[in-house]
């Protein structure tokens, strides 16, 4: 289980390698830096508060996670 810190602190991390990328997109496309600057903080924004909650979201859900307690300490 992850805490909502953790959370906060991946998205944050991812969200800076997806904004660069962004920026990068929009300063291709529009050739303005300025422009590209906006469009990059605009959908940073937009995508860190979505990505939070979708991950908040997928801490609840059970599906597709080992319960430890099932699971023995050892195998042979």
Do not use: C, N
């Not at 979505?50 to 996670?65: L, N, Q």
């Amino acid at each position: 289980m992850e805490t909502k810190r953790r959370s906060a602190l991946k998205a944050l991390s991812w969200r800076v390698w997806a904004t660069f990328i962004t920026f990068l997109v929009a300063l291709f496309i529009t050739g303005e830096t300025r422009f590209a600057i906006e469009i990059g903080l605009l959908d940073t924004t937009i995508k860190f508060v979505t990505y939070f909650f979708h991950e908040r979201v997928w801490v609840k859900i059970s599906y597709g996670r080992i319960d430890k307690e099932k699971v023995p300490d050892y195998q042979i």
